[in-house]
């Protein structure tokens, strides 16, 4: 009886807290759904009429169709950056041979997270506003500041995989069969890490469409992405926003997906051109 | 196709034991197995052969050439890990086929001897299977035709059976003996398992802290430790300090003891070897080196049976006898199992063995 009284009650509680998250997830997208849909809404519980109107003043809208496109340009090309840096620096972490020096290189890749992006956007900003490095608004400027804040969440994915794999024992079999460097890294760690490069890619892909604070103090005019360009929409008529808000939403689904995809060919890519 | 190490030492920077000045030769076709307690240094020492680890100071040669700082790539050595260490993206015969791949071998050659060395440990039918599908056994197979593909200059086994099962461990064994043998390679197997040692090997080197005890053939080895400690690692033993009387004669806990003949002066401290099988049941106390007592542990081991023995004198003996009813009032020491051995309570290894596991502590040192 004890004991069924001690399982019965958590499996309550989670499944409540379930409820609520999932509530809490799901009602205000359904609503945003409902909403881009609605011909009007004010002052209802929800829209009246069924209309198409404000997805196609979206689509003749031309500076969010231009911030859609830079929004998936600036994000493929900030997943491509991060495999490319991440993957060998991922390595160089997970075997650095002193503590001391992994330590290091945590507390280094980790910051990122812990500096407030508004602190990050800032120093943009002062530095590369100045006449020597006259940068800001670049469209790449967007991409790097894009890759400092989310390589941290692909080297966690990364680093967490090649321990877990014991990918250090493998490179000494690799090794002692008579694999130099190279043919370790292209024929035994790449193929280990496609599946982890993969869900980090979409981890990436993900918080970079979704990236507001520091792109908005650096992005400028010509290469604004879609949350910033998403903003003023809520300034005015809510069917409108609500249209714009599910773009977003597709976008990131297309972001991950296509996340999934540069990570996976990454890795075989590498592999193939070696 | 030799093993030899001059006189190699190596000292981690941090903690860890390291090794000091070991000097080994292994020979052409030689199964030499190297045991000891965990931290003994064994493990340092398949590094250094293989070339993971640079001894600071004397060296390794194979075949008669100096290793030096010789990558392990290019020493040319079959390595099997604890871990088999399968590479878990590639088949059967991918990971049996790759260090073929690396000295360029490819096409029908390749195809050949990857399915021959998959025949030889019966597995060419599973070839194209991924490793993750494979039993521990299985995988440790796949390990070891992958280590021998290459005809390598020598085998080395990294406790290669500690993480299979019992039943599996043993018929491993015979395999890894029977591949060795067919080979016909120097190799160095490194186990705790001093059962597993005594089997397999052709010499067994016995390391503690970092230094090589004794190396012997498993017989001498048993028979005949050089010092207490090597006496306590390997098998079973009821070990006793003593003084010499003379040159049949022990002074023990025990009593005064008929000793098999020694080379020890008179007085000298020693340590005293009795083997638990060695000890006979006695009808009563007229017989050399005959003590009363009583049975208090006894434990039924199938076919052996081992037991306490609560001797008058004092001190209790561990005993082994293969009659399920004997329950004797007095049990014998014939003289010559009383081994005199030298005594190593003094010196760098002077501490009495630290436990290791049940199998290789005595039960009943006092």
Known sequence: MSALALSGRPTGVSSAALVLYAGYLLIPIALILLGSFGNSWSNTLLPVGITDRWYLQLWNNGTFLKAFWTSLWVCLATVVASAVIGLPLAYAIANARSGALSLTGRILYLSPVAAPAVVLGFGYMLAFSSETLPFLGAGWLTVAAHVVVCLPYLLQTLIADLKLQGMAALEQAAESLGAPFHRRFLDIVLPGMVHSLASGSILVAALSIGEFQLTNLIAGFLHRTYPIVLLQAFYGATGFACAATVILLLLALLAAVAGAAVGRGAASGARIAA | ?366
């Open chain 2, 1 to 366: 196709m030799s093993i030899v190490l001059d006189q190699i030492s190596f000292r981690y920077d941090g903690k860890g034991a390291g090794v000091h000045d070991v000097s080994l030769a292994i020979s052409e076709g030689e199964f030499m197995a190297v045991i000891g307690p965990s931290g003994c240094g064994k493990s340092t020492l398949l590094k250094l052969i293989a070339g993971f680890l640079t001894p600071q100071t004397g060296s390794v040669a194979i075949n008669g050439q100096d290793m030096g700082a010789t990558p392990p790539r290019l020493r040319d050595l079959g390595i099997v890990f604890q871990n088999y260490a399968l590479f878990p993206h590639m088949t059967l015969a991918g990971n049996v086929g790759y260090p073929l791949k690396l000295r360029g071998i490819t096409g029908a050659s390749a195809n050949d001897r990857v399915r021959e060395a998959l025949a030889m440990v019966g597995l060419v039918h599973l070839a194209e299977r991924m490793p993750r599908s494979l039993s521990g056994g299985q995988q440790q197979r796949v390990a070891l035709a992958r280590a021998l593909v290459f005809r390598p200059r020598a085998l080395l086994l990294d406790e290669p059976l500690s993480a299979l099962d019992a039943a599996m461990r043993g018929e491993m064994r015979d395999e890894i003996r029977r591949l060795q043998k067919l080979h016909g390679i120097a190799t160095l197997h490194i186990t705790h398992d001093q059962e597993e040692a005594l089997s397999m090997a052709d010499r067994v080197t016995v390391m503690r802290e970092g230094r090589v005890l004794q190396t012997a053939t498993p017989h001498d080895l048993y028979h005949h430790p050089a010092s207490r400690n090597v006496a306590a690692f390997v098998g079973h033993a009821n070990l006793f300090d003593g003084t010499v009387l003379d040159a049949a004669h022990v002074q023990t806990a025990l009593g005064r003891l008929h000793c098999a003949p020694h080379d020890f002066g008179k007085g000298t401290a020693v340590t005293v070897l009795i083997r638990p099988e060695s000890i006979k049941a006695a009808p009563d106390a007229t017989g050399n080196n005959t003590l009363a007592g009583h049975i208090t542990r006894d434990r039924f081991l199938g076919s052996l049976r081992r037991f306490d023995f609560q001797t008058e004198a004092g001190p209790s003996l561990l005993v082994e006898t293969d009659d399920a009813r004997l329950l004797p009032s007095h049990i014998q020491l014939p003289p010559d199992a009383v081994q005199i051995i030298a005594s190593d309570q003094k010196g760098a290894t002077g501490a009495p063995p630290p436990p290791t596991d049940h199998l290789s502590k005595p039960e009943n040192t006092p």
